[in-house]
């Protein structure tokens, strides 16, 4: 019976998984944004940037195609010695990333610009009803606040670089995941987040989007390390605190970033109806559990208590846009801002009402 219905649900959760990243790969390949050309939805054109991509890339394909002698030297490189190349090509990316930040950091406005202005200008009416209303930026706005703080510095260039080192860090916990799962694979990820670095214009915006990455694949790491058999026990015990860490982290920077703490756990609560384990085994997995909870209650009521004490600016909590609004957003066009529902929100003085 126990078999039956795990292999019910592991079919489920393979199908929907499968179903979902059909549906995000269709959407993203229909997207208005990489329209080639004159792009008449977004008013835009192709960059010359992307342009010399795709000249490149066509480039590389045909002679790999056409040109055997081409087409060894390009095994050789790029298959026999893999991880050479996949760690020279990771590096320029990263220089490259530097080399555009300096160029572009330009001012941003909507949420990010808010942020921004908030870290000085604290009397302005609009930005303390931002922050009323928009109460779950406050753990980015402090932790801005803290390093401009800490460096003496708030300028757009000083944040930028803050994200890029946030993008690429969360990259780097993204290979060490790899390599506690298959050692064989680094290469392969060395590959594919040189490509992502490469085409990643997020880097200019210092927002949660990108500040959530590295706790993401922090708590991604952390559970690889759990699950991973023949490790020492102190790396078990390090991955438990810094997986509680982690998961509170990125609830605190963006909520939504726990989907995959979600899917973490109806995972291993599937499994348990397949794994049979020693008494011994079930009190190092209640140990393990234990340091996860506990460093987890710890992170958030510390974090939790920074927020609610914070003197930086004057916030009215009981106007806070409840989460139902953030759910409706994906719900509403092409999932994006909903300017009118945001505006109804806005005029009710407690966030409860509907």
């Known amino acids: 019976m126990t078999n039956k219905l795990f292999n019910f649900g592991n079919k489920t959760i393979t199908n929907l998984f499968n179903g979902f990243f059909f549906l995000t790969l269709l959407f993203a390949v229909t997207s208005p944004n990489i329209i080639l050309g004159d792009n008449k939805i977004t008013g835009a054109g192709t960059t010359l940037f992307i342009t010399w991509l795709l000249i490149i890339g066509v480039g590389i394909l045909t002679c790999i195609l056409a040109y055997p002698r081409f087409r060894q030297w ?16 990771l590096l320029v990316v990263i220089l490259w990333q530097f080399v555009f930040i300096f160029n572009v950091h330009p001012q941003i406005g909507f949420d990010v610009g808010a942020i921004h202005q908030a870290l000085t200008n ?37 944040f930028d670089l803050w994200t890029v080192f946030f993008v690429d860090l969360s990259a780097l916990l993204n290979i060490l995941c790899v390599f506690v799962i298959d050692k064989k694979r680094i290469a392969a990820a060395m590959y594919l987040h040189a490509l992502w670095l490469l085409i990643f214009p997020m880097i200019i915006v210092p927002y949660t989007d990108t500040w959530v990455l590295p706790f993401v694949s922090g708590y991604i790491l952390c559970y690889s390390i759990l ?35 979600i ?9 348990l109806l397949k794994q049979k384990h020693s008494f011994k085994e079930w009190i190092s997995r209640f140990g393990l559990i234990f340091c996860v909870v506990f460093a987890s209650a710890v992170t958030y009521y510390s974090v939790n208590q920074s927020i609610k004490q914070q003197t930086h600016i004057q916030v009215n909590t009981a106007r806070e846009i409840p989460a139902i609004h953030f759910i409706s957003m994906g719900a509403y066009g092409t999932g994006g801002y909903n300017a009118a529902d945001a505006l109804k929100w806005q005029k009710f003085p407690q966030s409860k009402e509907e």
Do not use: C
């Open 263 to 271: 899917a973490i756990v109806l995972v291993e609560i599937l499994y």
């Open 74 to 89: 390009a095994r050789q490189v790029f298959i026999v010695q893999k991880f050479r190349t996949a760690l020279i090509l």
């Open 227 to 261: 699950i991973k058999k023949r490790l020492k026990w102190y790396w078990k015990f390090l991955a438990a605190i810094g997986l509680g860490i982690t998961v509170i982290g990125a609830y605190f920077m963006k909520p939504s970033a726990i989907v995959g703490v």
């Open 122 to 158: 604290t009397t302005d009416t609009e930005i303390k009803a931002y922050f009323s209303l928009n109460y779950n930026n406050m753990p980015i706005l402090l932790a801005q606040l803290f390093l401009s703080h800490l460096f003496s510095m708030r300028s757009w260039l000083f």
